[in-house]
């Protein structure tokens, strides 16, 4: 995709009348439930979203490996229980290089086949992130080891806004293309608010000679002050004109739905006038918003002759 030659994305009055998409591909964040009522909660999510037929659903790891198994467990029950291809995150944090490879291995012997590949954070409490001397320091090190175990596709994350601990935006970008040197077929962004910021990066990694997918990381807002409270640590800027659309709404969840919906719905067909078909969804575990934003982004069940649901 060539954003630079077509310009910048229309006017917010020429996307809301083009007509429907018909070309976009979805996938979706979960992470591992924690409780029994969590675990309720999760799939009532994936039954609500299945239908829409993603390309791949993705499940968190937890700072320092801290929900290994919750994850191995969710994935596991993903493939062997539904349709969709799911798709194991793993990090550097907690893990020296030979369980790893174990955890790896795992996963190919239950026919799962993609991973996204991360650095990881440090526990809560530990301070900056260190990296294991006996592990793999950093993303790109662990997708070059994962493709020598086996021949895994393997995602990993990008920041449109670079990442917070990166030395400048050209460092981050040279992190990126590391990833992508290292095996990686794909790439996933942070979250972001304004298309622009999605689109500027964009060209500056195809000028780079990053030519994998790059999808966008879509973040419906259900609870402002969290969001505002996690953008200042992971370093997204929050708009003020996003701010503005939430002020007075802290205690009326319902008005807060209808504007997160709308606001993460006209971001995405901004995107795609602008030649973007792929989205990658953050859902929190919840199915209404990203069920919603589908629907107005053309993805919807697949029905029969007779318009039923198959």
């Known amino acids: 995709m060539n954003v630079t030659s077509r310009g910048r ?3 917010p009055s020429m996307v809301v009348a083009l007509p429907l998409p018909k070309d976009v591909n979805v996938s979706f964040e979960f992470f591992p439930p ?17 239908p829409v037929n993603p390309a791949f659903v993705s499940v ?8 290994r198994e919750r994850t191995h467990e969710t994935v596991v029950r993903i493939a062997k229980d539904t349709s969709l291809e799911p ?27 993609h ?26 090190d662990l997708v070059a080891g994962l493709k020598k175990i086996k021949d895994f596709e393997i995602s990993v994350a990008a920041y449109p806004e670079s990442h917070p601990e990166s030395k400048s935006p050209e460092d981050d970008l040279d992190n990126l293309k590391r990833k992508i040197d ?5 790439a996933m962004t942070q979250y972001f608010f304004d298309p622009e910021v999605y689109l500027r990066f964009l060209d500056r990694a195809r000028a780079s000679g ?49 504007v997160a919906a709308s606001v993460a719905a ?3 067909r901004v995107l795609h006038a602008s030649g973007v078909k792929d989205f990658h969804f953050y859902t929190l575990n919840r199915a209404d918003l990203t069920y919603a934003i589908c629907h107005v982004l053309g993805v919807r069940p697949s029905t029969g002759n007779n318009g039923e649901q198959k």
Do not use: M
């Open 9 to 11: 994305p229309p006017h």
């Open 34 to 50: 924690a409780t029994v009522k969590a675990e309720a909660s999760l799939w009532d999510c994936i039954d609500r979203l299945s």
């Open 60 to 67: 968190t790891y937890g700072a320092g490996g801290s929900t």
């Open 87 to 113: 798709a194991a995150h793993l990090t550097c944090v907690g893990s020296d290089k030979g369980e790893i490879e174990s955890i790896a291995e795992r996963y190919w012997e239950a026919g799962i086949r």
């Open 115 to 140: 991973l996204v590949a991360l650095r990881g954070d440090a526990p809560d409490g530990q301070g900056a992130y260190v990296p294991n001397s006996n592990g793999f320091a950093y993303a790109s």
């Open 182 to 186: 290292a095996g990686a077929t794909r």
């Open 210 to 258: 990053i030519h994998v997918p790059i999808v966008p990381g879509i973040l419906p807002v259900t609870n402002f002050a969290q969001v505002k409270k996690f953008s200042k640590l992971s370093g997204t800027n929050v708009p003020g004109w996003l701010a503005g659309l939430f002020d007075g709404l802290d205690d009326d969840p319902q008005t807060r739905k209808l």
């Open 266 to 268: 006209e971001q995405c």
